[in-house]
């Protein structure tokens, strides 16, 4: 590992995470080689590649800062995600889905388990399946436990979608996801999620109206969840530091794949919940939504 | 000059809801007769009142001094009852939700009531709430803008706001047996009935904006008492989900409608109380969000303005529309009670 004295060496050209490192300035410094480093990796194109090359050149840890979709073709081929050997931590900065905003989320619920899920996404044409994507990992992390895909339709390019959520004592627990394109300068990305039960959680995240709300209400009060200051890159390097000083496991990067391949089955041709036999016919409709 | 009401059935909805809005409403409305079905309820709401009361309905609707016949007893009681409204000669009918069960029963009422002449009001309050009429000018200006309409309830027992607008009791609706839902029949019978008694109070105005019900994507009950309904209308994505618990916070009644310029939230106050309007969000394009204003009417108040307003002749009757309406909801609940069965069956 790379060390200046007691700091951890980050190898990154992203402005957000130079900030970053002048931020944690007694526990990271800025260095050019990711040898023995925390790699810095952006999420955009084929950044699994670059994961995995930043791995092959001896990073100690590598950050995904704020990771696309993968090309479909990576998970239908055998060497695509999956595959990666865990051997060093990965840490995935997903602004949409910040691990101290879903920590707030599950300790206000304390431990009750919500009866419906329901999340609404919008986004521009080119961010939806992010959004979509952030959206499902919301879920799995309010109900604690893997999603499954029951239903689904679309109409132009919105999507509807019934899933299954299996939480950690086995209850099933239903989610819905509506995800629809919204245009205009100001569209970013806007995520609603609600947890219907005993214990309601809402979330409400508008990325272009600078929008973070969070809410769980009970039958005898509403508690707002505190705003977040910390940015995001910041956030997930004292995460990655962390990891590197606890050699705890990091789950990120298989939550993101998960995630990530939920929906893509999602904005596959759409199957209704009894008909998996008629995908062909939803194979014609699919222009129609794309 | 105020009209003389006579209210079939003793339900909370009446005992919480019609009777002080009337009450509140005595320049326009006075109740003069409540009917039971047997249950001995009706004699204690009408002295209330000063009313007459009876058992059963053929008293009620026999009374002369009943003008306006209000039909709040159980649904599929409604179109038997309007039509022995009409029978008897009564031109005025105000009818809870739904209209009928069956789109046959939907036919042959509005059938009677245009042949007749007959003022008819359905009570889907949310279609008169205040909020409601700009959202729709809103949505009819963006034309085929409109992607998604999702409709979220989580209810707790009407009981807690039985209370606060009524004294007494037994405020809960004697019950019946919890229905088993692990068997498809009872599990489609029961969704059947949710969508034509609670999602009916938005079907109106869903379909108003997304007329016509192409295929239903998915139908599910949802423990312990709820659905989970989506569906396509042309190109719109339409989603109903309804959570009834035992517990826990305050309602949530949210219809929210994605375009692509905007999202539109609607937030309904709780059932049975007065607590004004629904209020409105609008996130633009922008980013800006825009917050509507409550009115301090409440849509039960509107829908007994309405009304008036209909038999004193400054708003006709749309026949055509009260039938679609119910034509509306009665197609989307066979098609997801049938969505439920082949999905069980498989």
């Known amino acids: ?290 | 000059m105020a009209r003389n009401v006579g209210i079939l059935g003793t339900g909370p909805g009446v005992a919480a809801l019609h009777l002080p809005v009337l009450e509140g409403l005595s320049d326009l409305f006075a109740v003069v007769h409540i009917a039971d079905a047997g249950s001995g309820r009706a004699q204690a709401l009408a002295e209330r009142s000063g009313a007459t009361w009876s058992a059963g309905e053929a008293h009620l609707l026999g009374d002369p001094a009943v003008e306006v016949v209000a039909i709040c007893s159980p649904p599929q009681e409604h179109a038997r009852q309007i039509l022995a409204a009409l029978a008897a000669g009564k031109r005025a009918i105000f009818c809870e939700k739904p209209l009928a069960t069956t789109k046959q029963q939907a036919d042959e009422v509005i059938s009677a009531c245009r042949a007749a002449g007959a003022v008819l009001l359905v009570g889907t309050n949310h279609l008169f709430d205040a909020a409601w009429g700009p959202v729709k000018h809103h949505l009819v200006g963006l034309g085929d803008k409109v992607q998604a309409i999702s409709v979220t309830l989580a209810l707790p027992p009407n009981d807690r706001y039985h209370r606060l607008v009524s004294e007494g009791g037994p405020f809960q609706s004697a019950r019946r047996g919890r229905p088993d839902l692990e068997d498809p029949a009872v599990a489609a019978g029961v969704l059947h009935q949710l969508l034509t008694g609670l999602a009916i109070h938005d079907l109106p105005a869903i379909r108003a904006v997304a007329p016509g019900i192409d295929e239903v994507v998915y139908a599910r009950i949802a423990p312990p008492l709820g659905y989970l309904v989506g569906y396509r209308a042309g190109a719109i994505l339409v989603q109903l989900a309804l959570a009834m618990l035992p517990d826990g916070p305050d309602a949530l009644w949210r219809m929210a409608i994605a375009t692509s310029h905007d999202r539109i939230e609607v937030d309904f106050p709780p059932p049975f109380v007065h607590a004004g309007s629904a209020t409105t969000r609008v996130r633009s394009a922008d980013g800006r969000w825009t917050h509507g204003r409550r009115e301090p009417e409440d849509g039960y108040v509107a829908e007994w303005r309405r009304l008036a307003s209909l038999l004193d002749g400054n708003l006709r009757v749309e026949y055509d529309e009260l039938l679609a309406d119910a034509r509306y909801a009665i197609e989307l609940a066979d098609a997801a009670a049938a969505r439920l069965l082949e999905g069980a069956r498989r």
Not at chain 1, 171 to 197: C, E, H, R, W, Y
């Open chain 1, 1 to 290: 590992m790379t060390m200046n004295g007691s700091r951890v060496g980050v190898a990154t050209r992203l402005p957000s995470y130079r900030a970053a490192i002048a931020e944690l300035s007694r526990s990271a410094t800025l260095v050019e080689e990711a040898r023995g480093a925390v790699a810095v990796v952006p999420g955009v194109g084929d950044w699994w590649q670059v994961l995995l090359s930043a791995r092959d050149q001896g990073a100690a840890a590598v950050v995904l800062a704020e990771p696309e979709m993968l090309p479909r073709e990576l998970f239908d081929g055998g060497s695509g995600p999956g595959t990666w050997p865990a051997d060093i931590p990965v840490v995935v900065e997903r602004p949409r889905l910040r691990p101290d905003l879903v920590w707030e989320a599950a300790r206000a619920r304390q431990g009750t388990r919500a009866r419906i899920v329901t999340v609404e996404c919008a986004a521009t044409a080119a961010a939806l399946d992010d959004v979509i994507r952030d959206g499902l990992g919301w879920v799995r992390s309010l109900v604690q436990g893997p999603l499954t895909l029951v239903a689904g339709s679309c109409a132009g390019q919105a999507r509807m979608a019934l899933l299954d959520a299996r939480a950690a004592d086995g209850t099933s627990i239903p989610a819905t996801l509506v995800g629809t394109v919204l245009d205009g300068p100001g569209a970013g990305g806007f995520l609603q999620v609600l947890a219907l039960g005993e214990v309601r959680t809402e979330l409400v995240l508008d990325q272009a109206a600078g929008l973070v709300r969070l809410e769980t209400w009970t039958a005898g009060e509403t508690l707002g969840a505190p705003q977040h200051y910390e940015s995001s890159a910041r956030l997930t390097l004292r995460r990655t530091l962390e990891a590197l000083s606890s050699g705890q496991p990091v789950p990120d990067l298989e939550d993101l794949l998960q995630d990530i391949r939920l929906a893509r089955e999602l904005l596959e041709p759409p199957k209704t919940e009894i008909d998996v036999e008629t995908r062909q016919s939803f194979v014609a409709f699919r222009p129609k939504c794309r």
